[in-house]
């Protein structure tokens, strides 16, 4: 399946994001460092693929902004407190639902 580039990038935007708030040194970060870390959070783009593909008519606001870069936040947030990958789609559920109640029509 083809992933959006900007979905892969926005999401390690959001990981860089959570990691650098986290404060976590980078040989403590789980998956083998911060490349592993940000590799598990980019590994997830398909997700976001499918879940476009689905509401893409429907969508009124810009999904990079308000999918891509808030998943990889919460994503990330997830992984740096020890969880794994089995939780992306239930994440990535609630950031979609959040985006579609905030964005104005």
């Known amino acids: 399946m083809d992933v959006d580039q900007l979905d892969v990038a926005y999401i390690a935007i959001g ?3 959570a ?3 986290s404060g976590a040194p980078y ?3 789980p998956c083998q460092g911060e490349l592993g870390y940000v590799q598990a959070c980019i590994d997830q783009a398909e997700l976001l693929t499918r879940a476009w ?3 893409s008519e429907v969508f009124p606001g810009v999904w990079c902004y ?3 870069e808030p998943f990889g936040v919460a994503f990330g947030k997830h992984l740096l407190a020890g969880g794994g990958p089995e939780s992306a789609q239930s994440i990535l559920n609630g950031v979609l639902a959040s985006a579609m109640a905030t964005t104005p029509v």
């Open 19 to 21: 990691l650098d708030k």
């Open 15 to 17: 990981a860089k994001q």
């Open 66 to 68: 308000e999918v891509a």
């Open 53 to 55: 593909r689905a509401c």
């Open 27 to 29: 040989a403590k970060v």
